[in-house]
């Protein structure tokens, strides 16, 4: 009986999978650079009026940063447009896309054929599924005998190893999504940690619960299942990250949902399973992508956003005699800051 465990997700075991991925995220920096770009010449790159657009959401952040930070990423995306061939062989079948059409992006890619070099087998999601879950590897005590029907991600701190150049104390809000068995995503909302300088920790004793998930629920998703979760740490001078943040996570796993289907020839009956664990680490990684370039096109730098996944092989299944995982530590670092949390998964009654 395999035991349960405790999974970080910063890459994707599955070639196949990630350049699906890799599209995705393309798509989302294309939006990024219209947005650059309508900074630069409103008239010749008009941005789509629907509310909901990737356009209309990543502008709501472009519109926070500094006037010297705007104009540094416009003129950054006009010297880029200019690419040329090196562009077109970047993008791919994405080069189609016209910033200059009021037609958003999300509109015209979706009106371009999926890639044929994209397409695979769903077997390929089963594989990297079986081999992400570790199905056949126990420990002496990978069963306890007694049933526990739920799961809960906790935090016990944050440390504040260095704080970032925002003038004060830094006051720090966490928030999150969770992803469970069945692709089912839940919003966290966001909490206030603590105001942080160099040195500082808030310790949580008992540890606080971020988030939690039944194992008995109704599902068409057997054992073994896994979960995911996406932490959010924000300095809350930032512009109300939080809250792009989450709708950025929405927004890229409704996309990633849509080019994974796509990608195997269509939906293949449940969105749990491996479909389930193809989107969760997917997601992760667009997000961490599309950070790493709002970083390095528009100057954002804020916390990169990280994703942790748990697998659990059954109720009576264990993280190796406990009924809790070893604790892991994650770092989150940007404006000349940094800081750790350190969290584990806990199965419970």
């Known amino acids: 009986m395999a035991d349960d465990k405790e999974l970080e997700v910063t890459d994707i075991p599955s070639a196949k999978l990630k350049a699906v991925a890799q599209r995705v995220a393309l798509e989302i920096q294309l939006a990024a650079d219209k947005v650059a770009a309508h900074h630069a010449d409103p008239r010749a790159y008009p941005l789509p009026d629907q509310a909901g657009s990737v356009e209309q959401l990543l ?60 397409k695979f087998p ?83 004793s008992p540890p606080r619960r971020f988030t939690s998930f039944s194992l008995t629920e109704s599902s068409k998703v057997t054992f073994p299942k896994s979960y995911f979760c996406t932490f959010v740490l924000a300095e809350i001078d930032w512009g109300g990250l939080a809250d792009f943040l989450n709708n950025l996570l929405d927004k890229v796993k409704e996309k990633v949902v849509t080019a994974v289907a796509a990608a195997i020839g269509g939906a293949i009956g449940v969105s749990g399973g491996p479909f389930g664990i193809a989107v969760g680490i997917a997601v992760g990684l667009v997000v961490g992508q599309v950070f790493e370039w709002l970083k390095g096109l528009w100057g954002d730098d804020v916390f990169k956003p990280y994703t942790v996944s748990c697998v659990i092989h059954g109720l009576t299944n264990t993280f190796g005699g406990q009924d809790n995982s070893p604790d892991k ?14 969290y584990d998964w806990r199965k419970f009654n």
């Open 122 to 204: 769903v077997q390929e999601l089963e594989r990297m599924a079986k081999a992400l879950t570790g199905e056949g590897t126990a420990s002496a005590a990978a069963a306890s005998g007694v049933e526990l029907r739920n799961l809960e991600l906790r935090i016990h701190r944050v440390k504040c190893v260095k704080e970032t150049s925002e003038i004060g104390k830094d006051e720090i809000d966490m928030g999150g999504t969770s992803i469970d068995e069945d692709g089912d995503t839940k919003k966290i909302s966001a909490f206030r940690v603590k105001s942080f300088s160099s040195g500082v920790v808030q310790t949580y």
């Open 59 to 118: 502008a709501s952040r472009f519109r926070v940063l500094p006037e010297g930070q705007q104009k540094q990423a416009a003129d950054k995306v006009m010297t880029e447009l200019g690419g040329g061939a090196a562009r077109q062989k970047r993008l791919g079948d994405l080069a189609k896309v016209d910033l200059k059409s009021k037609t958003g992006i999300e509109a015209q890619a979706g009106r371009l054929a999926f890639p044929q070099n994209l």
């Open 329 to 342: 530590t994650v770092t989150f670092s940007g404006h000349g800051g940094q800081y750790q949390l350190t």
